[in-house]
Protein backbone atom coordinates (compact mmCIF):
# COMPACT_ATOMS: atom_id res chain seq x y z
CA UNK A 1 0.00 0.00 0.00
CA UNK A 2 2.45 2.82 0.68
CA UNK A 3 4.69 4.16 -1.68
CA UNK A 4 7.80 3.72 0.47
CA UNK A 5 7.43 0.45 0.01
CA UNK A 6 9.17 1.44 -3.32
CA UNK A 7 11.95 4.23 -2.78
CA UNK A 8 15.04 3.84 -5.05
CA UNK A 9 17.34 6.08 -7.14
CA UNK A 10 14.47 8.48 -8.37
CA UNK A 11 13.59 9.72 -4.86
CA UNK A 12 17.22 10.32 -4.20
CA UNK A 13 18.06 12.07 -7.18
CA UNK A 14 15.42 14.60 -6.80
CA UNK A 15 15.85 15.16 -3.08
CA UNK A 16 19.92 15.52 -4.26
CA UNK A 17 18.84 18.29 -6.73
CA UNK A 18 17.01 20.12 -4.16
CA UNK A 19 20.74 19.78 -1.72
CA UNK A 20 22.75 20.78 -4.19
CA UNK A 21 21.05 24.57 -4.42
CA UNK A 22 20.25 25.06 -0.63
CA UNK A 23 16.91 26.33 -1.31
CA UNK A 24 14.42 24.40 0.59
CA UNK A 25 11.76 27.04 -0.15
CA UNK A 26 9.55 26.91 -2.64
CA UNK A 27 8.69 30.48 -3.56
CA UNK A 28 11.75 33.09 -4.05
CA UNK A 29 15.46 32.31 -4.68
CA UNK A 30 15.08 32.65 -8.31
CA UNK A 31 19.23 32.90 -9.55
CA UNK A 32 19.98 30.59 -6.18
CA UNK A 33 17.84 27.39 -7.04
CA UNK A 34 19.08 26.72 -10.81
CA UNK A 35 15.47 26.31 -11.76
CA UNK A 36 14.29 23.85 -9.47
CA UNK A 37 11.27 24.28 -8.36
CA UNK A 38 10.22 20.64 -7.07
CA UNK A 39 6.76 21.79 -5.63
CA UNK A 40 5.89 23.79 -8.91
CA UNK A 41 6.86 20.52 -10.65
CA UNK A 42 4.36 18.42 -9.01
CA UNK A 43 1.60 20.38 -8.84
CA UNK A 44 1.36 20.68 -12.92
CA UNK A 45 2.02 16.62 -13.06
CA UNK A 46 -0.76 16.20 -10.50
CA UNK A 47 -3.14 18.56 -11.93
CA UNK A 48 -2.71 17.59 -15.79
CA UNK A 49 -2.89 13.94 -14.11
CA UNK A 50 -6.11 14.39 -12.45
CA UNK A 51 -7.49 16.86 -15.53
CA UNK A 52 -8.36 19.46 -12.90
CA UNK A 53 -7.11 23.30 -13.31
CA UNK A 54 -5.10 24.09 -10.43
CA UNK A 55 -3.23 22.15 -7.38
CA UNK A 56 -1.46 23.17 -4.56
CA UNK A 57 0.79 21.46 -2.30
CA UNK A 58 1.05 21.67 1.11
CA UNK A 59 2.48 20.48 4.80
CA UNK A 60 -0.33 17.51 5.04
CA UNK A 61 -3.38 16.30 4.28
CA UNK A 62 -4.95 17.59 6.80
CA UNK A 63 -3.57 21.12 6.42
CA UNK A 64 -5.29 20.06 2.98
CA UNK A 65 -8.54 19.59 3.98
CA UNK A 66 -8.39 23.14 6.39
CA UNK A 67 -7.37 24.80 3.08
CA UNK A 68 -10.17 23.44 1.40
CA UNK A 69 -12.89 24.26 3.97
CA UNK A 70 -11.30 27.87 4.73
CA UNK A 71 -11.36 28.09 0.76
CA UNK A 72 -14.99 27.38 0.42
CA UNK A 73 -16.17 30.16 2.56
CA UNK A 74 -16.84 27.66 5.76
CA UNK A 75 -16.63 29.89 9.28
CA UNK A 76 -18.29 29.54 12.54
CA UNK A 77 -21.77 28.61 13.24
CA UNK A 78 -21.96 26.31 9.52
CA UNK A 79 -22.74 22.78 9.50
CA UNK A 80 -20.74 20.61 7.77
CA UNK A 81 -21.89 16.92 6.67
CA UNK A 82 -19.07 14.57 7.26
CA UNK A 83 -19.11 10.64 7.05
CA UNK A 84 -18.99 8.30 10.69
CA UNK A 85 -15.71 6.20 8.48
CA UNK A 86 -13.08 8.58 8.14
CA UNK A 87 -9.52 9.77 9.52
CA UNK A 88 -10.35 12.22 12.20
CA UNK A 89 -8.45 14.91 10.53
CA UNK A 90 -11.33 15.65 8.16
CA UNK A 91 -13.25 16.50 10.83
CA UNK A 92 -10.35 17.76 12.92
CA UNK A 93 -10.51 20.72 9.83
CA UNK A 94 -14.62 21.68 10.47
CA UNK A 95 -13.45 22.46 14.22
CA UNK A 96 -10.65 24.55 13.13
CA UNK A 97 -12.81 26.73 11.20
CA UNK A 98 -15.34 27.09 13.89
CA UNK A 99 -18.39 25.22 12.40
CA UNK A 100 -20.01 21.91 13.74
CA UNK A 101 -19.55 18.57 11.78
CA UNK A 102 -22.75 16.82 11.63
CA UNK A 103 -22.88 13.06 10.91
CA UNK A 104 -24.65 10.94 7.67
CA UNK A 105 -24.88 7.89 7.41
CA UNK A 106 -22.20 5.35 5.28
CA UNK A 107 -23.80 3.19 2.49
CA UNK A 108 -22.96 -0.12 1.03
CA UNK A 109 -20.18 1.76 -0.05
CA UNK A 110 -18.26 2.27 3.62
CA UNK A 111 -18.53 6.20 2.33
CA UNK A 112 -21.58 8.76 2.94
CA UNK A 113 -24.74 7.66 1.76
CA UNK A 114 -26.25 10.32 -0.71
CA UNK A 115 -30.42 9.64 0.70
CA UNK A 116 -28.77 10.33 4.55
CA UNK A 117 -26.97 13.48 2.78
CA UNK A 118 -30.18 14.94 1.56
CA UNK A 119 -31.62 14.02 4.66
CA UNK A 120 -29.29 15.81 7.13
CA UNK A 121 -28.92 18.98 4.98
CA UNK A 122 -30.51 22.12 6.82
CA UNK A 123 -30.49 25.81 5.97
CA UNK A 124 -27.07 25.84 8.20
CA UNK A 125 -25.46 23.31 5.84
CA UNK A 126 -22.17 25.14 3.94
CA UNK A 127 -20.57 21.60 2.86
CA UNK A 128 -20.93 18.15 2.55
CA UNK A 129 -16.72 16.48 2.81
CA UNK A 130 -17.56 12.73 1.18
CA UNK A 131 -14.31 10.85 1.92
CA UNK A 132 -13.28 8.23 -0.40
CA UNK A 133 -12.25 5.57 2.52
CA UNK A 134 -9.37 2.95 2.47
CA UNK A 135 -8.87 3.88 -1.64
CA UNK A 136 -12.27 3.06 -3.00
CA UNK A 137 -14.96 5.74 -4.17
CA UNK A 138 -18.06 6.85 -2.63
CA UNK A 139 -21.25 7.05 -5.10
CA UNK A 140 -19.40 10.42 -5.56
CA UNK A 141 -21.87 11.37 -8.66
CA UNK A 142 -25.18 11.15 -6.92
CA UNK A 143 -23.66 13.53 -3.65
CA UNK A 144 -22.45 16.04 -6.27
CA UNK A 145 -26.46 15.73 -7.49
CA UNK A 146 -27.37 16.22 -3.92
CA UNK A 147 -25.32 19.14 -3.32
CA UNK A 148 -25.73 21.07 -6.88
CA UNK A 149 -29.92 20.81 -6.47
CA UNK A 150 -29.48 21.74 -2.66
CA UNK A 151 -27.06 24.68 -2.84
CA UNK A 152 -23.83 23.47 -0.59
CA UNK A 153 -20.53 22.97 -1.45
CA UNK A 154 -18.73 19.62 -1.77
CA UNK A 155 -15.48 19.46 -0.90
CA UNK A 156 -13.93 15.92 -1.71
CA UNK A 157 -11.34 14.51 1.02
CA UNK A 158 -9.21 12.48 -1.26
CA UNK A 159 -6.63 11.74 0.80
CA UNK A 160 -6.63 7.76 0.63
CA UNK A 161 -7.71 8.08 -3.10
CA UNK A 162 -4.97 9.10 -5.28
CA UNK A 163 -5.10 7.72 -8.82
CA UNK A 164 -8.55 6.35 -8.19
CA UNK A 165 -11.49 7.31 -11.08
CA UNK A 166 -15.36 6.92 -11.05
CA UNK A 167 -16.12 6.10 -14.61
CA UNK A 168 -12.86 7.70 -16.04
CA UNK A 169 -13.69 10.91 -13.87
CA UNK A 170 -10.40 11.48 -11.44
CA UNK A 171 -11.81 11.38 -7.92
CA UNK A 172 -11.25 14.75 -6.45
CA UNK A 173 -12.29 16.70 -9.64
CA UNK A 174 -16.09 16.02 -8.48
CA UNK A 175 -16.20 18.76 -5.55
CA UNK A 176 -15.50 22.08 -6.32
CA UNK A 177 -12.10 21.66 -4.25
CA UNK A 178 -10.60 17.90 -3.27
CA UNK A 179 -7.73 17.45 -0.10
CA UNK A 180 -4.87 14.82 -0.86
CA UNK A 181 -2.72 13.73 2.10
CA UNK A 182 1.04 12.21 1.05
CA UNK A 183 1.79 11.23 4.36
CA UNK A 184 4.06 8.47 5.54
CA UNK A 185 1.73 5.39 4.69
CA UNK A 186 -0.10 6.95 2.41
CA UNK A 187 -0.13 5.45 -1.52
CA UNK A 188 2.12 8.09 -2.87
CA UNK A 189 4.21 9.75 0.17
CA UNK A 190 6.69 12.65 0.34
CA UNK A 191 7.48 11.86 4.21
CA UNK A 192 4.41 14.84 5.24
CA UNK A 193 2.48 16.19 2.74
CA UNK A 194 -0.66 16.88 0.83
CA UNK A 195 -2.44 19.11 -1.69
CA UNK A 196 -5.74 20.63 -2.57
CA UNK A 197 -7.55 20.99 -6.27
CA UNK A 198 -9.48 22.83 -7.59
CA UNK A 199 -10.67 23.44 -11.40
CA UNK A 200 -11.88 27.35 -10.11
CA UNK A 201 -9.87 29.85 -10.63
CA UNK A 202 -11.03 31.80 -7.18
CA UNK A 203 -10.80 29.14 -5.16
CA UNK A 204 -7.56 28.63 -6.05
CA UNK A 205 -6.22 32.09 -5.58
CA UNK A 206 -7.53 31.54 -1.92
CA UNK A 207 -6.42 28.26 -1.33
CA UNK A 208 -2.54 29.20 -2.34
CA UNK A 209 -2.85 32.27 -0.24
CA UNK A 210 -4.90 30.86 2.62
CA UNK A 211 -1.72 28.17 2.94
CA UNK A 212 0.65 30.86 3.27
CA UNK A 213 -0.49 33.58 5.24
CA UNK A 214 -2.25 35.70 2.43
CA UNK A 215 0.40 36.12 0.42
CA UNK A 216 -1.07 36.59 -2.93
CA UNK A 217 2.20 35.32 -4.97
CA UNK A 218 2.18 38.16 -7.49
CA UNK A 219 5.55 39.46 -8.72
CA UNK A 220 8.78 37.78 -8.11
CA UNK A 221 9.52 40.26 -4.66
CA UNK A 222 7.82 38.51 -1.73
CA UNK A 223 8.42 41.25 0.59
CA UNK A 224 6.55 43.61 -1.74
CA UNK A 225 3.34 41.06 -2.31
CA UNK A 226 0.12 41.81 -0.77
CA UNK A 227 -2.01 40.16 1.49
CA UNK A 228 -5.58 39.63 0.67
CA UNK A 229 -6.89 37.64 3.20
CA UNK A 230 -5.15 36.19 6.58
CA UNK A 231 -4.12 32.45 6.75
CA UNK A 232 -1.74 30.47 8.11
CA UNK A 233 1.72 28.47 6.89
CA UNK A 234 0.67 25.30 5.93
CA UNK A 235 3.89 25.46 3.07
CA UNK A 236 5.31 22.55 1.78
CA UNK A 237 9.23 22.12 2.02
CA UNK A 238 10.42 21.31 -1.14
CA UNK A 239 12.49 18.55 0.01
CA UNK A 240 9.10 16.74 0.64
CA UNK A 241 8.10 18.34 -2.76
CA UNK A 242 11.12 16.15 -4.45
CA UNK A 243 10.18 13.50 -3.08
CA UNK A 244 6.41 13.46 -3.86
CA UNK A 245 7.60 13.85 -7.73
CA UNK A 246 9.98 10.50 -7.55
CA UNK A 247 6.53 8.96 -5.86
CA UNK A 248 4.06 10.46 -8.76
CA UNK A 249 5.93 8.57 -11.33
CA UNK A 250 5.71 5.39 -10.05
CA UNK A 251 1.59 5.78 -9.38
CA UNK A 252 0.46 3.80 -12.28
CA UNK A 253 2.86 0.66 -11.36
CA UNK A 254 1.77 1.10 -7.79
CA UNK A 255 -1.80 0.93 -8.92
CA UNK A 256 -1.55 -1.91 -11.24
CA UNK A 257 0.39 -4.03 -8.94
CA UNK A 258 -2.27 -3.22 -6.13
CA UNK A 259 -5.24 -3.98 -8.18
CA UNK A 260 -3.23 -7.39 -9.55
CA UNK A 261 -2.83 -8.64 -5.10
CA UNK A 262 -6.32 -7.56 -4.18
CA UNK A 263 -7.83 -9.51 -6.83
CA UNK A 264 -6.28 -12.64 -6.38
CA UNK A 265 -7.38 -12.38 -2.18
CA UNK A 266 -10.69 -11.15 -3.74
CA UNK A 267 -11.13 -14.13 -5.80
CA UNK A 268 -10.19 -16.57 -3.17
CA UNK A 269 -12.42 -14.66 -0.30
CA UNK A 270 -15.51 -15.08 -3.32
CA UNK A 271 -15.39 -18.57 -2.45
CA UNK A 272 -16.38 -18.37 0.96
CA UNK A 273 -19.63 -18.72 2.34
CA UNK A 274 -20.70 -15.84 4.38
CA UNK A 275 -18.01 -13.54 2.80
CA UNK A 276 -19.83 -10.25 1.10
CA UNK A 277 -18.03 -7.43 0.17
CA UNK A 278 -17.56 -3.25 0.19
CA UNK A 279 -19.95 -2.04 -2.55
CA UNK A 280 -17.59 -0.26 -5.58
CA UNK A 281 -19.41 1.84 -7.68
CA UNK A 282 -16.78 1.61 -10.17
CA UNK A 283 -14.14 -1.15 -9.53
CA UNK A 284 -12.08 -0.28 -12.89
CA UNK A 285 -11.75 3.01 -11.10
CA UNK A 286 -10.80 1.25 -7.52
CA UNK A 287 -7.09 2.18 -6.19
CA UNK A 288 -7.67 -1.15 -4.48
CA UNK A 289 -5.02 -0.25 -1.79
CA UNK A 290 -7.21 -1.87 0.81
CA UNK A 291 -9.99 -4.83 0.33
CA UNK A 292 -12.54 -4.62 3.10
CA UNK A 293 -14.98 -7.32 3.32
CA UNK A 294 -18.26 -8.25 5.88
CA UNK A 295 -18.90 -11.33 7.57
CA UNK A 296 -22.81 -12.09 8.71
CA UNK A 297 -22.72 -10.50 12.31
CA UNK A 298 -20.41 -7.97 14.42
CA UNK A 299 -19.17 -10.84 16.56
CA UNK A 300 -17.69 -13.04 13.92
CA UNK A 301 -16.05 -10.27 12.44
CA UNK A 302 -14.50 -9.07 15.30
CA UNK A 303 -13.60 -12.62 16.39
CA UNK A 304 -12.15 -13.37 12.78
CA UNK A 305 -10.00 -10.07 12.94
CA UNK A 306 -8.94 -11.53 16.13
CA UNK A 307 -7.79 -14.88 15.04
CA UNK A 308 -6.53 -13.51 11.29
CA UNK A 309 -4.24 -11.30 13.68
CA UNK A 310 -3.50 -14.81 15.74
CA UNK A 311 -2.74 -16.76 13.17
CA UNK A 312 0.08 -14.08 11.66
CA UNK A 313 -1.73 -12.06 9.10
CA UNK A 314 -0.62 -8.86 8.70
CA UNK A 315 -2.38 -5.60 7.98
CA UNK A 316 -5.95 -7.07 9.16
CA UNK A 317 -8.38 -4.34 10.70
CA UNK A 318 -11.01 -4.47 12.29
CA UNK A 319 -12.18 -0.54 12.10
CA UNK A 320 -15.43 -0.34 14.32
CA UNK A 321 -13.60 -0.80 17.74
CA UNK A 322 -10.17 1.54 16.26
CA UNK A 323 -10.19 4.94 18.03
CA UNK A 324 -8.94 7.37 14.82
CA UNK A 325 -10.78 6.14 12.13
CA UNK A 326 -14.63 5.67 12.69
CA UNK A 327 -16.55 7.86 15.67
CA UNK A 328 -17.73 4.84 17.70
CA UNK A 329 -14.54 5.37 19.89
CA UNK A 330 -13.79 9.32 19.52
CA UNK A 331 -14.51 10.29 23.37
CA UNK A 332 -12.29 13.12 23.39
CA UNK A 333 -13.81 14.52 20.63
CA UNK A 334 -16.93 14.05 20.90
CA UNK A 335 -16.99 15.92 24.13
CA UNK A 336 -14.86 18.43 22.41
CA UNK A 337 -11.85 18.85 24.72
CA UNK A 338 -10.17 22.42 24.13
CA UNK A 339 -8.81 24.24 21.96
CA UNK A 340 -11.39 24.06 19.47
CA UNK A 341 -14.11 26.72 21.70
CA UNK A 342 -15.87 27.93 19.04
CA UNK A 343 -16.95 24.86 17.67
CA UNK A 344 -17.88 23.83 21.06
CA UNK A 345 -19.68 26.38 21.91
CA UNK A 346 -22.06 26.27 18.79
CA UNK A 347 -22.30 23.04 19.09
CA UNK A 348 -23.35 23.01 22.76
CA UNK A 349 -20.67 21.53 24.19
CA UNK A 350 -20.69 18.03 22.62
CA UNK A 351 -21.26 16.56 19.10
CA UNK A 352 -23.64 13.87 18.55
CA UNK A 353 -23.36 10.86 15.82
CA UNK A 354 -26.14 9.12 15.29
CA UNK A 355 -25.77 6.26 12.67
CA UNK A 356 -26.95 3.13 13.43
CA UNK A 357 -27.15 1.54 10.00
CA UNK A 358 -23.16 2.96 9.71
CA UNK A 359 -22.69 1.10 13.16
CA UNK A 360 -24.12 -2.12 12.22
CA UNK A 361 -22.13 -2.05 8.43
CA UNK A 362 -18.89 -1.52 10.50
CA UNK A 363 -19.32 -4.31 13.04
CA UNK A 364 -18.90 -6.61 10.67
CA UNK A 365 -16.59 -5.14 8.22
CA UNK A 366 -12.63 -6.41 7.95
CA UNK A 367 -10.43 -4.56 6.35
CA UNK A 368 -7.04 -5.92 5.17
CA UNK A 369 -4.45 -3.63 3.62
CA UNK A 370 -2.71 -4.92 0.33
CA UNK A 371 0.91 -4.73 0.12
CA UNK A 372 3.13 -3.84 -3.19
CA UNK A 373 6.18 -6.42 -2.44
CA UNK A 374 4.52 -9.67 -2.26
CA UNK A 375 5.48 -12.46 -4.06
CA UNK A 376 3.42 -15.38 -5.42
CA UNK A 377 4.22 -17.04 -2.25
CA UNK A 378 2.90 -14.04 0.07
CA UNK A 379 -0.36 -14.21 -1.58
CA UNK A 380 -1.16 -18.08 -1.64
CA UNK A 381 0.36 -17.94 2.24
CA UNK A 382 -2.33 -14.96 2.72
CA UNK A 383 -5.15 -16.57 1.04
CA UNK A 384 -3.86 -19.93 3.23
CA UNK A 385 -4.56 -18.25 6.24
CA UNK A 386 -8.03 -16.37 5.57
CA UNK A 387 -8.88 -19.61 4.33
CA UNK A 388 -7.43 -21.31 7.51
CA UNK A 389 -9.90 -19.09 9.57
CA UNK A 390 -12.83 -18.09 7.74
CA UNK A 391 -13.83 -21.77 6.26
CA UNK A 392 -16.13 -23.33 8.33
C1 LIG B 1 -4.41 10.68 6.02
C2 LIG B 1 -5.73 11.34 5.98
C3 LIG B 1 -5.90 12.69 6.26
C4 LIG B 1 -4.81 13.57 6.80
O1 LIG B 1 -3.64 13.51 6.10
P1 LIG B 1 -2.23 13.82 6.83
O2 LIG B 1 -1.33 14.05 5.64
O3 LIG B 1 -1.86 12.61 7.61
O4 LIG B 1 -2.40 15.03 7.65
C5 LIG B 1 -7.15 13.24 6.12
N1 LIG B 1 -8.21 12.51 5.72
C6 LIG B 1 -8.09 11.19 5.46
C7 LIG B 1 -9.28 10.44 4.99
C8 LIG B 1 -6.85 10.56 5.60
O5 LIG B 1 -6.76 9.25 5.37
Wanted: proline fraction near 4%.
Amino acid sequence: MPGFEVFGDEERKEVMDVLETGVLFRYGFDQARKGRWKAKEFEEKFALRLGARHCHLCSSGTAADHIALAAAGVGAGDEVIVPPFTFVATIEAVLAQGAVPVFAEMDGTLCLDPASVAERITPKTKAVVPVHICGSMARIDALADVCRERGVIMVEDACQAVGGSYKGKALGTFGALAAFSFDPVKTLTAGEGGAVVTSDDALYARVHQFADHGHDHIGNDRGAEGHPITGFNYRICELNAAVALAQIGKLDRILAIQRNNKAALKAALGKISGVTFREVPDPEGDTATFLSFLLPSENEAREAAQALAKAGLPGVFYWYDNNWHYHRRWDHFKTLAAPFQTATALAGGKITADTPRSDALMGRTICLSIGLLWTEADIAGRIQKLESVLCR
